[in-house]
């Protein structure tokens, strides 16, 4: 597709020498570079190390179902962090953040309250709420991107936006406004 001699964009330019079209590579993937310049890789550790814990033992993980069970909590399990899929990372933050109390409440059960500390941890739990909100509005803005008749024109636009919520969601946090957080509202009433 975008080989310099042989590709279509070669071809095109050969074709077409001094043309005004813009080529864009995996556009889908610019919303990617965004998760680059966050640092999110402590967060982003400790909780693919929390859900590793519990995934990856058996004995563990059906222990950890059968707790969820019999609490009766809204969700089964903890999802798998997938590095290939980074968008993973939304859903898995967002299930372990809706998770937390009942994580903790677990591993005190089994006497292994070390597993858990961060989130029982501040300063960390408001970075993991930030992060969580904020993979979300990455998540809504991955899935309006996919998809069957998706033109360039649309996604485009859908980026164009997105890079003006994000000057919006600036602007928010430094009035300390955490309308689109909820995440982080919620974590900072709880304190």
Not at 65 to 85: G, I, M, N, P
Not at 154 to 174: D, E, T
Request: proline share 1%; aromatic share 14%.
């Amino acid at each position: 597709m975008t080989g310099k001699k042989s590709g279509f964009l070669g071809l095109f330019n050969q074709n077409y020498p001094g043309n005004n079209v813009l080529f864009l590579h995996c556009v889908i993937h610019q919303d990617a570079l965004c998760k680059s310049v966050l640092n999110m890789k402590p967060v982003l550790d400790a909780v693919v190390k929390l859900v590793n814990t519990i995934r990856s033992r058996g004995l563990t993980h059906r222990q950890f179902r059968d707790f969820l069970q019999s609490v009766q909590s809204e969700y089964s399990d903890v999802l798998y962090y997938t590095k290939v899929r980074w968008f993973s990372a939304g859903c898995v933050f967002e299930r372990v953040w809706q998770l937390k109390d009942d994580i903790v409440s677990f591993f005190h059960e089994k006497q292994c309250s070390s597993e858990c500390e961060m989130l029982e941890d501040t300063e960390w739990l408001s970075d993991f709420a930030f992060f969580t909100d904020l993979l979300c509005h990455m998540s809504k803005l991955n899935a309006k991107m996919q998809g069957k008749n998706q033109f360039i024109d649309y996604i485009w636009a859908h980026l164009k936006a997105f890079k003006l919520k994000l000057n919006l969601f600036a602007g928010q946090l430094a009035k300390n406004d955490l309308f689109s957080f909820l995440e982080v509202k919620f974590n900072t009433l709880s304190k």
